[in-house]
């Protein structure tokens, strides 16, 4: 059984690696936390004004929308809750590879048997292989748009499609990185017309509030019960609950980071033109780039230097590959002029 495998804390430096928002978090986020009493902290959390700030932010009403302490509980819930009391054979998880590790970690806690569906060569999303893949015994599909590592998106039309395939699994699609991609299932109708369709969004990435753990799952109100019932009463913790608050109202500090983001992603792009590397263009806030043969020199050479990138070379599909967060230009700008250096100057 795998478990996720915690990347070791590499100390100062530039954190490249794990696709959090460098730049920190919204200044408002930090005198929210400032602010609380000390009968805020010591009485169990009230969720009415978070609730209703996050539906609203969302555009979803508070009956559709269940908060978690960070997706990866979300995910964790959305196992137990589908998996974990198969009589006979063992219920069934479709995962995509590459993919998040916490979606193995977590079907196979709860029980369930993993069934992987092998990328492409070019990581275009495998709607057919996916389809394929779904048998009497599917509980859950976790699909990711955009997809991470390879920042490639899921079209909407294979989403539904396989929504519509599997009426008898929860199909959790993961939007970690939709403040990148501008492409959600929450809008719309697709809500309705999927039963089985629960979306997992995060506050862990674009809004910087990693450490503060803070995620979501949406979905129509009788999708969410089975779900709810399993999570913990007072899963977020106070100082999470007025973060998220403070967070979802800063704006402009969002589309500061996006545009970051956009221009950080287009130095990336030049930067592996001019170096002859190859790149998957990407919906979210980081880029895979195919190093080759030396991946794992380059990313020891960056680490020398107190910069952190994430080999994904192991991943399938994804030899030679490593991952680098594009947020906060001039940490771009670090990054790149190190890469070069490593890779151009000791050659
Ligand atoms: C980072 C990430 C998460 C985890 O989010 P948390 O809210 O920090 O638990 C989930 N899914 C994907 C695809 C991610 O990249």
Redesign the pocket.
Same mark, same amino acid.
């Given at each position: 059984m795998t478990g996720y495998l915690r990347v070791p804390d590499p100390g100062d430096g530039l954190r490249l690696h794990?696709?959090e928002n460098t730049a920190g978090c919204s200044p408002r986020v930090i005198e929210a936390i400032r602010a609380l009493s000390a009968t805020d902290a010591s009485f169990y959390p009230d969720y009415t004004a978070v609730y209703e700030d996050t539906a609203a932010h969302l555009g979803v009403p508070t009956s559709r929308l269940l908060l978690?302490?960070?997706?990866?509980? &979300?995910?964790h819930l959305a196992s137990f809750a589908t998996l974990r009391d198969a009589s006979g054979a063992p219920a069934e998880a479709v995962v995509i590879e590459p993919? =998040?590790d916490?979606y193995a970690a977590c079907a196979e806690g709860a029980g369930g048997r993993v069934v992987t569906v092998a990328p492409r060569a070019d990581f275009s999303f495998p709607t057919d292989e996916t389809l394929a893949a779904l048998t009497d015994r599917t509980r859950l599909v976790f699909l990711?748009n955009p997809?991470?590592p390879t920042g490639q998106p899921v079209p909407r039309e294979a989403i539904e499609r396989i929504a519509g395939a599997a009426p008898a699994a929860l199909v959790l699609l993961?939007e970690?990185?939709v403040e990148f991609s501008g492409d959600t299932m929450i809008d719309g109708d697709a809500l309705d017309r999927h039963p089985n369709l629960v979306v &997992?969004r995060? =506050?862990?990435?674009a809004y910087g509030?990693?450490a503060l753990?803070? &995620?979501a799952l949406v979905a129509r109100a009788e999708t969410l019960e089975p779900i709810r019932r399993l999570a913990p009463p007072y899963s977020l913790n106070v100082c999470a609950a007025v973060a998220l608050r403070a967070a979802i109202a800063d704006g402009d500090r969002l589309r500061w980071y996006q545009d970051q983001v956009a221009r950080s992603k287009a130095l990336v792009y030049a930067a592996c033109d001019r170096l002859g590397l190859a790149y998957w263009p990407s919906a979210a806030n980081f880029v895979l780039v195919r190093v080759g043969e030396r991946a794992s020199e380059l990313v020891a050479g960056l680490a020398r230097r107190r910069i952190f990138i994430r080999d994904r070379s192991g991943e399938p599909g994804c030899a030679g590959c490593v991952r680098i967060t594009t947020g906060v230009v001039e940490h771009t700008e670090a990054c790149l002029e190190a890469m070069e250096a490593v890779l151009c100057d000791e050659a």
């Open positions: 794990l696709n978690v302490n960070g997706l990866d509980e &979300g995910l993919a =998040f916490m990711t997809n991470n993961d970690a990185y &997992g995060t =506050f862990a990435k509030l990693a753990r803070v &995620g």
